[in-house]
């Protein structure tokens, strides 16, 4: 089920009265979380929910034993069944293809010939996000961060829960799950900044990212026959696209938790206005990178180590980071490029407060950044690393001769309604930024003009998918 | 929570409320304009207007007919109501919405397209949302409501929330709207005639062996055009235009037939395989007149 979708504003107000009537039994409650959630997961394809399932009590069984054991072996044994079921599912559900075929490639390249069959395998939507979030729960019980739960039902919801199943933000055990195992009280200003969030993210997500979706699609599809300026057009659209769609999710999501009465953490802080790449991943997909930092960079020894091991460190982690949007190598390469653009800035002790001057003062700084962003999501945008390569050439040597989005009247408008949305969230941003927020909250009297917004000038006929429902 | 709940019903029934209305305005607008043929068909003319011959079809009449050089021929009044981007059930709307005006035309022609010819897909075209304005109409909302794929029906749906379908189709009918309230007599892509001039691009394509095909014109809905152009006093011819390779004989058909599938097959002629550039259409326009006097004369 899609948040922008007529179904899910059906469903929404019906588990909101029935989950709120129960308020004075918290336990029915989370019963209705847990159907409800598996319902807006079963609505994609119910075969797949018995995965969740199987995760869930894997790791429930785990948690509960490796709160009882206290020879280390065992423990580790535990732990490594965890990380072996849940990290063996992934992989063969998104990345046995890319496996296999890189195997018969790398054969290939050395003279031998190799069939390595190719199977038709469905990617489950959203089995990055509940893997990562179901192993963040055993690693830190592992650790002894936490304290394992007896609850089969609160750990189920906290798997399972529907605003943030399918593309986040990657909850830990610690943040969430508490919230899972007490009473919810409905509190109004909660509630209030949730639907905020909600309306902020629906216009984020149909108008720029639905919008811009149909003239990036075209302008990549036909991309050798494009001039320099449709190029950049095309990439620098794909940026608000990706941007839009996915913290336009992040945004639905937090905003749905608040009127549930939970609090997820925050996910994307105005990143565009980031003035370096240190300072962009800091702001981008922050649950990702800050799960990546917890339990992988970290146990790699973090930044405790040698130069060259940190240096190293830093590397894996965005490579790992790449290749966990996709099984690509474009991810890869993507990954790739911000770790190298990273590694100079991490090494590089802060003199300043990057808050501390105006954004127009930082103007110069931003465009950098975001100039060098741009570049690396044109290969996790692009097929394949050739044509991310072909693309990047055909910029520099203007060789096209079409311009698809000023070929048609109808093009053009879209681009303006788009342009002009963008640059209205990127001054609202702003504006938050300045003020030292870190979400929009924008008044009541502004969310009719947006809502009517995006009934006018949203993409609902482009109608696309959440692009992180892939990864 | 009764607040939160009764302050976020207000805040909705209230931003529906205006945008229901601001839809409903930029319906209205657009049904007194002339922008699209639909709209033009009921503002342009006068009540009860009767007219020598009509065209109703695709691109392809478009592309194919030109009602300025058969008015001359014929002396009469003549006019081109196809619409790029439709098929045939949306040509037996567009008729239906010609009577419904209390129109007249002595001839009716109605141009097919070869997927059309033994039956039609039950799908909206892609232009069908230009009769939105006009939701209202009983015909219009049967049409609506079968061809519209899905449950929510964003365009059948429009008669009670007209947001749906100008929501969905809002790049289609909101820069129109806006056009059609400055100049009201701004035609979008047609001419006072309903011609259009498409650009001269040539085929490009190396020809291909031609396709040959056989028909009856069994469609069912060739029999309901026929039905209707026959309650309303309008002979009914049905076209069939040039294909750069398509070859299409009629057999034992019902109708009142000219096909000119392979009159004209010089590649200088077309756009693409379906389409004519100008001076095709003169030819095309040329020879369909004299076929259409020699039909005229045998009545």
Not at chain 1, 150 to 176: K, M, T
Not at chain 1, 292 to 314: H, K, Q
């Amino acid at each position: 089920m899609l948040f922008n979708s007529i179904e899910f504003a059906i469903f929404l107000p019906i588990v909101f009265i029935l989950y709120w009537a129960l308020r004075k039994h918290f336990r029915f409650q989370l019963y209705i979380l847990l159907v409800a959630s598996y319902i807006f997961y079963g609505w994609w394809d119910w075969r797949f929910l018995s995965l969740i399932i199987f995760s869930s009590g894997i790791d429930f069984l785990i948690g509960k034993r490796l709160g009882t054991l206290t020879v280390e072996s065992k423990r580790k044994m535990l732990l490594g069944l965890s990380l072996l079921t849940n990290l063996g599912l992934l992989g063969f559900f998104k990345y046995y293809n890319f496996f296999s075929e890189s195997l018969s490639e790398a054969f290939t390249f050395f003279g031998k010939e190799i069939s390595t069959g190719r199977l038709n395998i469905i990617l489950p939507v959203g089995i990055s996000f509940y893997t990562f979030q179901t192993l963040s729960y055993t690693i830190d019980v592992y650790r002894r961060k936490l304290e394992p739960t007896n609850d089969w039902l609160a750990f189920f919801g906290f798997v399972s829960f529907f605003p943030q199943l399918v593309a986040g933000p990657i909850e830990r055990a610690s943040h969430l799950l508490g919230q899972f195992q007490k009473p919810r009280v409905f509190e109004y200003l909660f509630a209030v900044s949730g639907l905020r969030l909600i309306i902020w993210g629906l216009f984020k997500k149909i108008v720029i990212a639905d919008n811009a979706a149909f003239m990036v699609d075209e302008i990549f599809l036909d991309y050798t026959n494009q001039s320099s300026l449709s190029l950049i057009l095309g990439v620098v659209l794909f940026a608000f696209q990706i941007y839009g769609d996915f913290s336009g999710y992040s945004d639905i999501a937090i905003g749905l938790s608040r009127i549930f009465g939970f609090d997820l953490m925050l996910n994307f802080r105005f990143p565009y206005l980031a003035q370096n790449i240190n300072d962009f991943w800091k702001r981008w997909h922050i649950s990702l990178s800050s799960w990546f930092r917890d339990y992988v960079y970290i146990p790699l020894g973090g930044s405790r180590v040698s130069t060259w091991i940190s240096f190293r460190n830093v590397l894996i982690v965005f490579l790992v980071s790449g290749f966990w949007h996709g099984a690509n190598w474009t991810f890869i390469i993507w990954g790739l490029i911000h770790g190298i653009l990273y590694i100079p800035f991490f090494f590089m002790k802060p003199h300043q407060d990057l808050h501390e001057h105006s954004i127009l003062k930082n103007l110069p700084k931003i465009f950098l950044t975001f100039t060098v962003v741009c570049l690396g999501w044109i290969f996790f945008r692009a097929d394949s690393v050739s044509q991310a390569f072909n693309y990047i050439g055909l910029i520099f040597s203007n060789e096209g001769s079409s311009n698809f989005i000023f070929e048609a009247n109808k093009r053009k408008i879209i681009l303006t309604i788009v342009m002009l949305c963008i640059m209205g969230m990127m001054i609202i941003e702003g504006y938050f930024e300045s003020k030292q927020k870190k979400e929009v909250l924008l008044p009541s009297w502004s969310l009719v003009l947006i809502v009517l917004f995006i009934f006018y000038f949203g993409g609902f006929k482009n109608h696309e998918s959440f692009i992180y429902f892939q990864f | 929570m009764k607040k939160f709940v009764t302050k976020s019903i207000v805040y909705l029934v209230l931003t529906l409320l205006i945008a229901n209305f601001l839809a409903f305005i930029g319906l209205r607008t657009l049904s007194k304009s002339d922008f699209f043929k639909t709209t033009y068909l009921v503002h342009h003319f006068s009540p009860n207007q009767a007219f020598d011959l009509t065209v109703f079809g695709s691109s392809r009449s478009l592309a194919a007919i030109d009602t300025k050089l058969i008015g001359e021929a014929i002396d009469g009044y003549s006019v081109n109501f196809s619409m790029d981007y439709t098929a045939l059930p949306s040509t037996l709307l567009m008729l239906e919405h010609f009577y419904a005006q209390g129109y007249s035309s002595e001839w009716v022609v109605v141009s097919l397209d070869l997927p059309d010819f033994e039956t039609s897909k039950t799908i909206i075209s892609e232009n069908d949302h230009r009769f939105l304005p006009f939701v209202s109409e009983d015909y219009i909302q049967r049409y609506f409501e079968k061809y519209e794929e899905g449950w929510v029906k964003p365009l059948f749906s429009s008669q009670y929330f007209p947001v749906l379908g100008y929501a969905y189709y809002n790049m289609e009918l909101l820069p129109p709207a806006g056009l059609a309230l400055i100049k009201p007599d701004y035609k979008y892509l047609f001419d006072e005639l309903g011609n259009y001039q498409y650009p001269d691009y040539l085929a490009q394509e190396i020809m291909p062996e031609p396709r040959f095909f056989e028909t009856e014109l069994p469609n069912p809905i060739l029999d309901k055009i026929s039905e209707l152009a026959q309650k309303n006093g309008s002979k009914l011819i049905i076209y069939i235009a040039p294909y750069l390779r398509d070859d299409i004989k009629v057999d034992n058909s019902k109708f009142l037939v000219i096909n000119h599938s392979r009159k004209i097959n010089d590649p200088k002629y077309f756009s693409d395989y379906i389409h004519m550039v100008n001076s095709g259409k003169k030819i095309a326009t040329e020879a369909f007149i004299e076929e259409f006097n020699i039909l005229k004369s045998s009545f």
